[in-house]
């Protein structure tokens, strides 16, 4: 059979463009260091549209991170942002809010820094209801210090530091949130950047500790130790493997290799936060003056 | 004796730890230190011992009080901000008279710093970085084949003083490789007993381990009992090295990562005629105030080289103590100095 070819016009040169979110963005400190296939670009993008859909500008929001490749977001953003000490953004953050409540504050961070160093602080702020969002980029492993495992790889799975396979159990993120005391809690997948921004508006606006998971490929530490492949088919595999479950019980949302992935609203209720607490416990009913 | 091979200063200070019998290794991942945790867990159950990674590095260094309280050589290790979390822990297992070993690869500070070798940390490790009147056995190796056998001293020192021992090295000794031979490993069940571990009371009287006594005389004693061991410690442990000092007009007095380069300013120097000498502490705590000083009296200048803004020369002029100059030339940030850029210092004060 004869081949036809055919020659291909040449290919458009596209003007220089500008980020469709750039005004959330510091240009200046572009490219990121995230590796090609990470999901922490879906996320930043899923959080400036979220950003722009609540019509939040740079005098309502503060961003705080930790420290890792998740913690690189406050660096990213065009806002008020704070990279602090490692686990200790919930702290940092809690100081914040109660410093400005009018302010929205929100903390992302990995699941590392959240939930190892900084697990301590994440259940005292939900317990205390403290008003902030955490958005927890989950890549289930150490990436910045070279892939070590962490507190949600999944058992067997291996890493610098599990050249064996993992041998703890993994925290189940949306249970812990939830039954700290949590008032929303949800997870996604890198995706569903549509849902994903619907929760992160959700999350935002409501009052309260509220909590969205991300599940994030780490082609470069994690994917590639576990077969998974690059970030594109681990995308494809969340794709594939993903349920939406809203009102699942959190109980049942383990993240097990090879299983669904129960994503989805799984809880949203209301509480006083900390300071509405602060305000009907101790200065009405002891009838304390403001001064 | 093993055999030679090449390899990464962390990687040395791992398998050092092991063949000194350490049972339990306990650490949280941090750069410039990770190679650290990934040897141990590599290595440490195959000869059926325990690596744990903390949740966090206060996680870490309770856990080695834990391990230090059984009775068991145990190790933890972290770098510059890692060590911060770690001070009130080092308090209590200096309190309690606990062995136990610590490693530090520093990196540049304050605050998060950066992930680049620095020596700002000299302070802490000496001076007490955490809070009461301690102690710590602080050794600063220079190359990668030291930073092995001073891991094996630390365990040994820890032993016989009760005391913590740190290893204070930097990310530069942490990553570099070198040729090293290590000693055949120790077999725990041959190191002497210790009859004041808590290893269950069946048969004897229970043992007690704490750093606490409500009554100010009580806890004045027995802060006496530690001093006493200090002075011995100061006494008998304080080691260093001098390099082409016999007929040096200056010396540099450097430790770690700046000594093995000023080894070889001192080589250049003499190679234009610059009568140049090294002294170098390999215990940081306790300093060799008394061989610095002998030295100070036969130099015109006593010049001190650091990665940092100027801690060791506080050291250095107590011992000086004005019997020669004492200039002081550092870099911060994480940035590692020349043999250029010293030898440019020593010019100054050549004659």
């Given at each position: 059979?004869?081949?036809?070819t055919?020659?291909?016009p040449a290919?458009?040169?596209?003007p220089?463009a500008s980020?469709?979110m750039h005004k959330?963005?510091?240009?200046d400190?572009?490219?990121?260091?995230w590796?090609?296939?990470c999901?922490?670009?879906?996320?930043?993008?899923c959080?400036?549209?979220?950003?722009?859909e609540?019509?939040l500008g740079?005098k309502d929001v503060a961003?705080v991170?930790g420290?890792?490749?998740t913690?690189r977001?406050a660096?990213?953003?065009?806002?008020?942002?704070y990279?602090?000490?490692h686990?200790r953004?919930i702290?940092f953050?809690?100081?914040?809010?109660i410093?400005?409540?009018?302010?929205?504050?929100?903390v992302?961070?990995?699941?590392?820094d959240?939930?190892a160093?900084g697990g301590n602080?994440?259940?005292?702020a939900?317990?205390?209801?403290?008003?902030?969002?955490v958005i927890?980029?989950?890549?289930?492993?150490y990436g910045?210090?070279?892939g070590?495992?962490?507190p949600?790889?999944p058992i067997g799975?291996?890493?610098?530091?599990?050249?064996?396979g993992n041998?703890?159990?993994?925290?189940n993120?949306p249970?812990?949130?939830?039954?700290?005391?949590?008032?929303?809690?949800a997870?996604?997948?890198?995706v569903?950047v549509?849902?994903?921004?619907?929760a992160m508006v959700?999350?935002?606006?409501?009052p309260?500790f509220t909590f969205?998971e991300l599940?994030s490929p780490?082609?470069t530490?994690?994917?590639r130790?576990?077969?998974l492949?690059?970030?594109?088919?681990?995308t494809?595999?969340?794709?594939q493997?993903?349920v939406?479950?809203?009102?699942?019980d959190?109980k049942?949302?383990?993240l097990i290799?090879g299983?669904d992935?129960?994503?989805g609203?799984?809880?949203?209720?209301?509480r006083l936060?900390f300071?509405?607490?602060?305000?009907?416990?101790?200065?009405?009913?002891n009838k304390?003056r403001?001064f | 004796?093993?055999?030679?091979?090449l390899?990464?200063?962390?990687?040395?200070?791992a398998e050092a730890?092991?063949r000194?019998?350490?049972?339990?290794?306990f650490?949280?991942?941090i750069?410039?230190?990770?190679?650290?945790?990934?040897?141990?867990a590599?290595?440490m159950?195959?000869?059926?011992?325990?690596?744990v990674?903390?949740?966090s590095e206060?996680?870490a260094i309770n856990m080695l009080?834990?391990?230090?309280?059984a009775g068991?050589?145990?190790?933890t290790?972290?770098s510059?901000?890692?060590i911060?979390?770690?001070?009130?822990?080092?308090?209590?297992?200096?309190g309690?008279n606990?062995p136990?070993v610590?490693?530090?690869?520093?990196r540049?500070?304050?605050?998060l710093?950066?992930?680049?070798?620095?020596?700002?940390d000299y302070?802490?490790?000496t001076?007490?970085?955490?809070?009461?009147?301690?102690?710590?056995i602080?050794l600063?190796?220079?190359?990668v084949?030291?930073a092995g056998?001073?891991?094996?001293l630390?365990?040994?020192?820890?032993d016989?003083?009760?005391?913590?021992?740190?290893i204070?090295?930097d990310g530069?000794?942490?990553?570099m490789?070198?040729p090293?031979e290590?000693?055949?490993?120790?077999?725990?069940?041959?190191l002497p007993?210790k009859?004041?571990a808590l290893?269950?009371?069946?048969?004897?009287d229970p043992n007690?381990?704490l750093?606490?006594?409500?009554?100010p005389e009580?806890?004045?004693?027995?802060?006496?009992?530690?001093?006493?061991k200090?002075?011995?410690?100061e006494?008998n442990?304080?080691r260093?090295e001098?390099?082409?000092?016999?007929d040096?007009?200056?010396?540099i007095?450097a430790?770690g990562t700046v000594a093995?380069?000023?080894?070889t300013?001192v080589?250049r120097?003499?190679?234009e005629g610059?009568?140049?000498?090294?002294?170098r502490?390999?215990?940081?705590?306790?300093?060799?105030?008394?061989?610095l000083?002998?030295?100070?009296?036969?130099?015109k200048?006593?010049?001190?080289?650091e990665?940092s803004a100027?801690?060791?020369w506080e050291?250095v002029r107590l011992?000086?103590?004005?019997?020669?100059e004492?200039?002081f030339y550092?870099?911060?940030?994480?940035?590692?100095t020349?043999?250029k850029?010293?030898l440019?210092e020593?010019r100054k004060?050549?004659r």
């Open positions: 059979m004869a081949v036809r055919r020659k291909l290919p458009e040169v596209l220089a980020h469709p959330y963005l510091r240009e400190r572009l490219p990121h260091i590796c090609s296939g999901g922490l670009g879906t996320a930043l993008s959080f400036t549209h979220a950003l722009d609540l019509g740079p961003v991170s420290i890792g490749c913690g977001v660096g990213y953003v065009n806002l008020d942002s990279h602090t000490t686990g953004a702290p953050a809690t100081g914040l809010t410093a400005q409540p009018e302010k929205k504050v929100i992302f961070s990995g699941d590392g959240l939930f160093i602080h994440f259940i005292h939900a317990r205390r209801n403290i008003d902030i969002t927890c980029v989950n890549n289930f492993n910045m210090t070279g070590q495992f962490g949600t790889t799975a291996r890493g610098t530091t599990a050249p064996y041998y703890e159990n993994p925290f993120l249970y812990l949130a939830a039954s700290s005391g949590a008032v929303y809690v997870r996604w997948t890198t569903h549509r849902r994903l921004k619907d959700e999350a935002i606006e409501k309260g969205v599940v780490c082609p530490n994690y994917g130790r576990n077969g492949g690059d970030g594109l088919e681990e494809r595999y969340y794709a493997r993903s939406i479950c809203h009102g699942a959190p049942e949302a383990d290799p299983e992935i129960i994503v609203k799984f809880l949203e209720r209301d936060t300071l509405q607490m602060y305000e009907k416990q101790i200065v009405e009913k304390l403001h | 004796m093993g055999e030679r091979k390899m990464r200063g962390n990687e040395v200070i730890a092991i000194a019998g350490c049972e339990c290794y650490a949280y991942p750069t410039p230190q990770a190679e650290l945790l990934e040897h141990m590599r290595n159950p195959r000869l059926g011992r325990t690596f990674q903390a949740e206060i996680g009080y834990g391990a230090a309280a068991v050589r145990a190790m290790s972290s510059s901000p890692g911060s979390l770690k001070q009130e822990g080092i308090s209590y297992i200096a309690s606990l136990a610590i490693v530090n690869i520093m540049g500070g304050p605050g710093g950066d992930i680049a070798p620095a020596q700002g302070f802490q490790a001076k007490g970085g955490g809070h009461g009147d301690y102690r710590m602080v600063g190796p220079s190359t084949p030291e056998e001073l891991t094996i630390a365990f040994d020192l820890a016989k003083y009760r005391v913590p021992v740190m204070l090295a530069m000794l942490g990553q490789m070198e090293v290590l000693p055949d490993p120790v077999d725990p069940a041959t007993k009859d004041w290893t269950g009371a069946k048969g004897r007690i381990i750093s606490f006594d409500l009554d009580v806890l004045k004693q027995m802060n006496l009992v530690l001093q006493e200090y002075r011995k410690i006494d442990e304080a260093y001098e390099y082409q000092t016999d040096a007009d200056i010396v007095a430790y093995r380069i000023a080894k300013v080589r120097a003499r190679a610059i009568k140049l000498g090294l002294f502490p390999i215990t940081l705590w306790p300093f060799p105030y008394e061989p000083r002998e030295l100070a009296s036969r130099v200048t006593v010049l001190t080289v990665m100027g801690q060791m050291d011992a000086v103590a004005e019997r020669a004492t200039p550092g870099e911060m940030g994480g940035v590692v020349t043999p850029k010293i440019s020593v004060y050549a």
